[in-house]
Structure formats: structure tokens, C-alpha cells
């Protein structure tokens, strides 16, 4: 859904095809023009002279004006232009003329601006960057015009300088389209996602295992055989064997030896690999496409959110193909899902062990599914609100920004004569939602890795994590009734009518497990 749901409502805006014409202060007083080539002949001879003919409705601009209104790809509030010269060694009042059309590349489009520049590290030729010929508007030198491709002209090479433009303005068209396609896509996915939430409803009538407090109940009322008299291995000596748990190979029982563990031991490396990795990914994704777009915007002074300003909208297809680019532009948007899920289970892991630990200090009924007797109901959102609601915020949040920062953009083109032509598909960017987005990620990988490093669990407990195996350890009760499991329990040392003390969770009297204290084993009743 996150594929299709971003692009159900898209801004679309206009652009139009234009003449550049370098003509001579001749040209502007009525002086007599030729087309150049004969190929090109007629083609826009219409065009040309209408510009010749109201010049006094043309809007004059000066050198770093003109180059900034005509400096993008899509120039949507502006159509022909006239650049004046002082060139006096050449026998045609039209020197140059250039067609641009928006959807081709930027070379093509405002490379009449200025020639290409030699990358002095590279070699390699470069496109006209406009913001960055904007600071020689004084010094706009006709020899430039001179290697600029797709200009038609009679007669060899001009000399001399720009004086100042003649713009003909037009109104800048935008309109917001609802696509219909993407809205019933989406319908289809909520109607699949909660046919099989309903499904899951109806079909699952078993008893379910969604918490650390439904594990423990469950191995309270029948305990695992597997397990019998290990009932102080922690899960780091506990590995898969085939058909079954068995005890690590170097495992030697030893006297009890609590050390403070920090949240960041509650799972293995695996985990915050995964957590991390895909934030890295959107932070360098993101300023990637920031150091693009913030040339394209010409800086965050012009920035806003989610605004399909033509000056920062770059092209991703060249014909009416809608659905490719709304994948793309969308694709960060998987990201920020995966990165919810996983840093969710991260949470889920340290907090459940954070409640594991506190067994061994507190008497307390288990958190279960459906409880009973004295038994807990689970958090509505599986994890305490303190850390629940943060999470959903900066997911939000984050989903927000990334939708803010790359978006689907439409745009119309208008062609010569300003009549609708066609329309394409685009992206626009956000450079300030760009960097709030990678500012945001940097802060969720540190805030989790703060909390990993700087918490620690309470002694006193085998550290078990989310191991079904190491909690069953804990679960083998020396009470002769059925319904501890309903009643409030703490883990620790229990001593038996026979005079063996024995580590396990239980609705008596429990003490707290001592450094290097001889615990025997306990074992499961009956």
C-alpha cells in the first residue's frame, strides 16, 4: 500500500516549450531576420515574428534575472525568450535560435544558457550548471552561444555580450488529480489485510503464545520434560540439536554468578544489525538525492515541503507511464516499514527481558492473552505506551518526511503556440525534508543504542530474552497445584519440605538468588 497510497493524490503542474532567440538590438527596433538553414525554414517563422511584433509586451529582465527564471528544466510561467546582444559582426538580426522542451535532458533544455564546463578532477565535459554561471551574469560572453548544441544558425562564430533579456510571460497552470486506479488498489489491500485479520480471528481457537507471560503460563501448567533439573542455564548455553534444545558442549554446571546485563545483551548482534543497517541506507540514500536536489532548488532559502516547485522537479519518464515512477518515488517508503518492524521487535526483545528480570524482585500476576485468576491482560499495543506511542510517533513522523522529501509529480507541457500537449511523470524533492529525514533516522539508531547501553537488568535472573527454551528452564514449580500459573509468582530460591533449595518461579515464599550460591537443580513435579 505504501507503493500506491503516497501518489493517490498528485499536484500536477505545467511546463511549456520555448524559443531562446540571441538576436542584435537591430532585431528589437524591426530589423529584417532570417530562419537560418533551409531545413529549418518556416518552422517557427510564426513564433518569431509575433515576438518581433509586441515587443512592448515583452518583460525585460537583466542578466542574472534572465538566467534565473530560465535556468530549469520546467520553466512553467515563462514561454519565449529574446537575448539581447551588442554583436555587431553579423549580417542576420537573429544570430541563434533554440528550441527547448522540458522533457528531454537538461543539456537540451537550458544548455543555451551557457557551454558545457571540463570537470578539472574528471576530464569529462559537464552540463551548463545555471546556478553556478548565475555569478558571471555580468560578463555573459557571446562564444558561449557558439558551442552550444542544438542551435540553428547561417554564418561562423559571434563575438561580444549579453545585454539583458525580453521575456514573454504566461500563467503558471497546476491542478490536483485523483487517480481512481491507485485508490482501488489500495481498497484491495485493506480489503485482503483484513480478510485474513478476520481469518486469523475465526481459525486460531488454540491456546496462543504472544507474550513472555503466556510462555511462562503455559510451562507453569505442564512443564517441559526437556528441560528437567537445568533450570539455571541462561540462553547463551542452549542450542538447537536436531528435534530438540540440548545444552551447549562446553556447558560445565557451575555456583550461581549474577552480573548486571545491559538491554544491549538482550538479543544478539544479528538484531541490531538488522535495526541499524536499514537506517544507514535511508541516510545516505537521502543525502544523496539532497546534494541533487539542493542544486536544483538553488539552496533551502526557496524550499517547501512537499511543493512541486518546477525549479526542484527532475524527470523520471518521458511519457505517459504513471505506475513506474509512483514505485519509485515510493520505495523509501518500504524502507521506513522494515525499519519500524525490526526496531519494534528490538524494543519487544529488550523490554521483554527488562520484565523477565523483574520476576526476581517483584511478586506479580503474569501478563497474558487472556488472563485469569490473577493473571495481567497484555498492553494494547504490545509494548509500554512510554515506548509504544514514541515509536508510532517517529514512524509516523519519519513516513511523513520521506513522503515530504521525494514525491510524484505531474507535469502538463504546453507546447510553441501554448497549446496542451502532453504530460509526464516526475519526482519532486525536498531538500529541508531531506535532511530532517536523515536527522530523524540518526536520532532513532542513537536513542535505541542509549537505551541499550545505558540500562541494565535487575541481577538475580537468567538472562532469557525472547528463548523459549531458557524460560521453560525457569518453569519447573516445586507446588503440588495446577493453578500457580493463575496466581502471583516470583522467581528465586525455594526451599522444599525435605530441605533441597531450588530455583524456580513460585506462588510461595521465594529469596533472592546469592553470588555463588550452591543452588541444587530443580526438578519438575510429579
Known amino acids: 500500500m505504501h507503493h500506491r497510497w503516497n501518489a493517490a493524490v498528485v499536484e500536477v503542474i505545467s511546463a511549456n516549450d520555448y524559443l531562446a532567440l540571441l538576436v542584435t538590438e537591430r532585431f528589437i527596433l524591426g530589423g529584417s531576420w532570417s530562419n537560418g538553414q533551409a531545413k529549418w525554414t518556416h518552422k517557427f517563422t510564426n513564433e518569431i515574428q509575433a515576438m518581433q511584433d509586441n515587443i512592448s509586451g515583452l518583460e525585460?529582465?537583466?542578466?542574472?534575472?534572465?538566467?534565473?527564471?530560465?535556468?530549469?528544466?520546467?520553466?512553467?510561467?515563462?514561454?519565449?525568450?529574446?537575448?539581447?546582444?551588442?554583436?555587431?559582426?553579423?549580417?542576420?538580426?537573429?544570430i541563434r535560435y533554440f528550441n527547448a522542451q522540458p522533457e528531454r535532458s537538461s543539456y537540451y533544455t537550458f544548455s543555451w544558457l551557457c557551454p558545457p564546463s571540463i570537470n578539472n578532477r574528471t576530464g569529462l565535459y559537464e552540463?551548463?550548471?545555471?546556478?553556478?554561471?548565475?555569478?558571471?551574469?555580468?560578463?555573459?560572453?557571446?562564444?558561449?552561444?557558439?558551442?552550444?548544441?542544438?542551435?540553428?544558425?547561417?554564418?561562423?562564430?559571434?563575438?561580444?555580450?549579453?545585454?539583458?533579456?525580453?521575456?514573454?510571460?504566461?500563467?503558471?497552470?497546476?491542478?490536483?488529480?485523483?487517480?481512481?486506479?491507485?485508490?482501488?488498489?489500495?481498497?484491495?489491500?485493506?480489503?485482503v489485510k483484513i480478510v485474513c485479520l478476520l481469518a486469523t480471528l475465526w481459525t486460531v481457537k488454540d491456546s496462543l503464545l504472544?507474550?513472555?507471560?503466556?510462555?511462562?503460563?503455559?510451562?507453569?501448567?505442564?512443564?517441559?520434560?526437556?528441560?528437567?533439573?537445568?533450570?539455571?542455564?541462561?540462553?547463551?548455553?542452549?542450542?538447537?540439536?536436531?528435534?530438540?534444545?540440548?545444552?551447549?558442549?562446553?556447558?560445565?554446571?557451575?555456583?550461581?554468578?549474577?552480573?548486571?546485563?545491559?538491554?544491549?545483551?538482550a538479543d544478539d548482534g544479528a538484531r541490531w544489525l538488522a535495526c541499524i543497517a536499514p537506517v544507514f541506507v535511508l541516510i545516505i540514500s537521502t543525502s544523496w538525492f539532497l546534494g541533487s536536489s539542493v542544486v536544483g532548488a538553488g539552496g533551502f532559502g526557496k524550499d517547501r515541503f512537499g511543493h512541486a516547485d518546477p525549479s526542484s522537479a527532475a524527470q523520471s519518464q518521458v511519457h505517459e507511464e504513471l505506475m513506474l515512477t509512483v514505485v519509485l518515488v515510493n520505495l523509501p517508503q518500504l524502507v521506513v516499514s522494515y525499519i519500524y518492524v525490526v526496531y519494534n521487535g528490538l524494543f519487544t526483545c529488550m523490554l521483554l527481558s527488562a520484565e523477565w528480570s523483574r520476576y526476581a524482585h517483584h511478586r506479580k500476576g503474569l501478563r497474558v492473552?487472556?488472563?485469569?485468576?490473577?493473571?495481567?491482560?497484555?498492553?494494547?499495543l504490545?509494548?509500554?505506551?512510554?515506548?509504544?506511542v514514541p515509536l508510532l510517533l517517529m514512524?509516523?513522523?519519519?513516513?511523513?518526511?520521506?513522503?515530504?522529501?521525494?514525491?510524484?509529480?505531474?507535469?502538463?507541457?504546453?507546447?510553441?503556440?501554448?497549446?496542451?500537449?502532453?504530460?509526464?511523470?516526475?519526482?519532486?524533492?525536498?531538500?529541508?525534508?531531506?535532511?530532517?529525514?536523515?536527522?530523524?533516522?540518526?536520532?532513532?539508531?542513537?536513542?535505541?543504542?542509549?537505551?541499550?547501553?545505558?540500562?541494565?537488568?535487575?541481577?538475580?535472573?537468567?538472562?532469557?530474552?525472547?528463548?523459549?527454551?531458557?524460560?521453560?528452564?525457569?518453569?519447573?514449580?516445586?507446588?503440588?497445584?495446577?493453578?500457580?500459573?493463575?496466581?502471583?509468582?516470583?522467581?528465586?530460591?525455594?526451599?522444599?519440605?525435605?530441605?533441597?533449595?531450588r530455583a524456580t518461579f513460585s506462588s510461595k515464599e521465594v529469596t533472592l538468588l546469592a553470588p555463588r550460591e550452591n543452588i541444587l537443580l530443580s526438578a519438575s513435579r510429579g
Open 60 to 94: 525585460k529582465l537583466d542578466n542574472a534575472a534572465c538566467i534565473r527564471a530560465y535556468g530549469s528544466r520546467f520553466v512553467s510561467d515563462r514561454r519565449h525568450v529574446l537575448i539581447v546582444s551588442n554583436a555587431v559582426d553579423t549580417s542576420n538580426e537573429l
Open 127 to 191: 552540463d551548463c550548471d545555471p546556478k553556478a554561471f548565475v555569478k558571471q551574469a555580468n560578463d555573459w560572453q557571446l562564444s558561449g552561444f557558439n558551442a552550444t548544441y542544438g542551435s540553428f544558425y547561417d554564418g561562423g562564430p559571434v563575438s561580444g555580450q549579453v545585454q539583458y533579456c525580453l521575456s514573454q510571460q504566461t500563467p503558471a497552470r497546476c491542478e490536483v488529480k485523483i487517480s481512481i486506479q491507485i485508490l482501488i488498489a489500495v481498497s484491495i489491500c485493506n480489503l
Open 210 to 265: 504472544v507474550t513472555t507471560g503466556d510462555t511462562i503460563a503455559s510451562f507453569l501448567n505442564v512443564p517441559d520434560t526437556t528441560t528437567k533439573d537445568r533450570c539455571i542455564i541462561n540462553q547463551h548455553n542452549l542450542g538447537w540439536r536436531g528435534q530438540g534444545w540440548a545444552i551447549s558442549s562446553d556447558f560445565v554446571i557451575k555456583r550461581w554468578k549474577p552480573q548486571p546485563t545491559s538491554w544491549f545483551q
Open 369 to 380: 492473552t487472556s488472563p485469569v485468576g490473577q493473571q495481567r491482560s497484555t498492553y494494547y
Open 382 to 388: 504490545q509494548l509500554p505506551y512510554a515506548y509504544a
Open 395 to 501: 514512524s509516523g513522523l519519519i513516513h511523513w518526511l520521506i513522503s515530504q522529501s521525494l514525491f510524484l509529480v505531474r507535469v502538463t507541457i504546453y507546447d510553441f503556440e501554448g497549446v496542451k500537449s502532453r504530460t509526464i511523470s516526475a519526482y519532486g524533492s525536498s531538500p529541508l525534508a531531506m535532511v530532517l529525514t536523515a536527522s530523524m533516522g540518526g536520532l532513532l539508531v542513537i536513542t535505541a543504542l542509549l537505551l541499550g547501553l545505558i540500562r541494565k537488568y535487575k541481577p538475580g535472573m537468567p538472562s532469557a530474552a525472547i528463548n523459549s527454551a531458557a524460560i521453560s528452564l525457569a518453569c519447573h514449580p516445586v507446588e503440588d497445584s495446577l493453578d500457580v500459573a493463575t496466581l502471583p509468582v516470583m522467581f528465586g530460591v525455594v526451599e522444599t519440605a525435605d530441605g533441597v533449595r
